[in-house]
């Protein structure tokens, strides 16, 4: 009788788990989606993995994806009229990449994301793109057998981001930025090369709240990841430092950030906001045909000029952030931490553009490589 009463509770804790279960024989997983803004209403495209032709049982990853869209009045409407074209049931839970056209993120991302933020079992850790022509475009690409388009992407974003060209954000990350006071985001800015059958990275899509509105380019992109203290190692930059060499080659110099320390100052004169962003770099050199880096004073002068040149960089960046009315290095938020009195009396988005941001930027070169 003990027996019988010690498995009561075990076999009703197994039963209750089943009525949840969802078994993936009986669902279409969708692993990319992307949207578009339409002339008449929202337009969505899914990559549908088709099963190989090993049947349900095959082990192997799908080799083919169904690319399908559908249109709708809102981002749900067009999913739900996409689900009349999916065999099984449309399942969202495992998306890795949203793409989203340009012309539809100018006019405002949050509708789009605001349905994928509700959902339980919404994508919350999929990846962020915008496609400067259109998110369709972006996923009816082909690519090589034994990957799927999702893969494709999410190996291109996570490949720029280590490369040190881009900041990926998912959907968990940027909604609650978008929700906010005091900062704004960005993500990469893709184009769709159809002579090659590719997509390629060309740098990031800034917004303002959450409409896209500007671009850095790969240059800006990099120094981006500087200035808003980004910890990735070994992030690179090629430099023309001079013109006056014959030998083109030796006009430039190949470096990598080491190690970033930076601080951003808030000065506040009687409401009247400056910001400055210092920002402490050691670097090492990977590249400089010129040679003649046993000598501390050719170190010395390569550094004054690494250090020129990386200024004026940080500089353009921030003018473009600014001119994009994007705050993506958050100084609205360290006014409402620091001075909060101030803040209250700010309309942050209409003077954001006009205050004096500034960039002081020391380097060091810690390592001049092998060859001297």
């Not at 997509?199 to 899509?205: E, P, S």
């Not at 808030?266 to 045909?289: R, S």
């Amino acid at each position: 009788m003990g027996r019988i009463l010690l498995w009561v509770p075990i076999v009703a804790i197994i039963l209750a788990g089943c009525w949840d279960q969802r078994l993936l024989r009986d669902n279409s997983l969708i692993l990319a989606i992307g949207y578009d803004k339409m002339d008449n209403g929202i337009m969505a495209t899914i990559a549908h993995p088709l099963a190989s032709s090993g049947g349900p049982t095959h082990n192997s990853a799908p080799q083919r994806s169904e690319v399908l869209s559908s249109m709708g009045s809102s981002a749900r409407d067009a999913e739900v009229h996409m689900e009349r074209k999916v065999p099984e049931k449309f399942d969202l839970s495992k998306v890795k990449v949203i793409l989203l056209g340009k012309k539809l993120a100018s006019q405002g991302i949050f509708p789009i994301l605001d349905s994928t933020y509700r959902d339980l079992r919404g994508p919350l850790n999929a990846k962020i793109a915008i496609v400067k022509e259109n998110a369709q475009e972006g996923l009816s690409i082909k690519v090589r057998e034994a990957m799927t388009i999702s893969d494709y992407y999410a190996e291109l974003l996570h490949t720029s981001e280590q490369g040190g060209i881009t900041k990926n954000e998912n959907v968990q990350e940027v909604f609650p930025i978008i929700l906010s006071e005091g900062k704004d985001f960005a993500v990469p800015y893709l184009t769709i090369k159809k002579e090659e059958n590719k997509a390629k990275v060309i740098g990031l899509a800034l917004f303002d709240d959450d409409k896209f509105s500007g671009v850095l380019g790969l240059m800006e992109s990099s120094m981006f990841l500087v200035l808003s203290d980004n910890k990735l190692k070994n992030l690179p930059f090629n430099l023309k430092i001079s013109n006056n060499d014959k030998k083109e080659l030796n006009n430039f110099v190949s470096i990598q950030v080491q190690n970033i320390k930076r601080k951003i100052n808030i000065q506040d004169n009687n409401g009247k906001i400056q910001a400055t962003v210092k920002v402490n770099l050691k670097l090492a050199v990977e590249e400089y045909p010129p040679d003649h880096l046993f000598k501390k004073t050719k170190v010395e002068d390569l550094n004054k000029k690494v250090e020129k040149h990386l200024n004026q960089l940080a500089e353009k960046t921030i003018k473009k952030m600014q001119e994009a009315n994007c705050d993506g290095l958050g100084v609205g938020e360290r006014i409402k931490a620091h001075h909060y009195q101030t803040w209250k009396s700010l309309e942050w988005k209409k003077i954001y553009q006009d205050i004096p941001i500034h960039a002081e930027i020391n380097t060091e070169i810690v390592q001049q490589g092998l060859i001297n």
